[in-house]
């Protein structure tokens, strides 16, 4: 049997440090706006590389965000962490460098953030932003396999010629 339980914070912590992609929620006048980031945590702080367009728009006007992480194995195996804070748009140059600095080390090639964007005959410039979210709310669940028993689930392993 599978059952969901909450994550302790360690658990959560040790996701954030092993996953380095989710998926950014910010809204504005009440319309969800989500999209997939790459991420680099720093505890207690997350640094997301971007550039200047609807994210930033949005977030200069409400900066309330979410960010949810995930490592789903399987429908039996998963594991879902959400981040509830506030964005801040980065501009002290020694914070800069070090967010791009973390960043660059999970994602050297800052795709999709760095890429050439067609609008009609026009590139346009990416003029990259970077955002901090300061978190207020870590929040995580995961799926634990249960025997009938109610005690924890462990597989075993039989030796091939047994299989």
Sequence with gaps: MIEVEDMRHSEITALLMEIDYGHLGCSENDRPYIVPVHFAYDEP????????GKKTKM????????????NVRDNRNW??????GT?????DPAE?????KLIAEINPT????????????????NIEAILR????????????????????FVPVSKPAEEV
């Design 45 to 52: 702080n997350i640094y997301v590389y971007t550039t200047e």
């Design 96 to 100: 800069r460098d070090k967010a791009v």
């Design 133 to 152: 979210i300061d978190p207020e709310i870590l929040t995580g669940r995961a799926s634990v396999n249960k025997s009938e028993t109610g005690k924890p």
């Design 110 to 125: 800052l795709t999709p953030a760095v890429s050439i964007r067609w609008m009609d005959s026009w590139v346009r410039e």
């Design 59 to 70: 977030i200069r006007t409400n900066p309330n965000v979410c960010l949810q992480v995930e």
């Design 87 to 91: 964005a801040v748009i980065v501009d």
């Design 79 to 84: 594991k879902s962490v959400l981040i509830r």
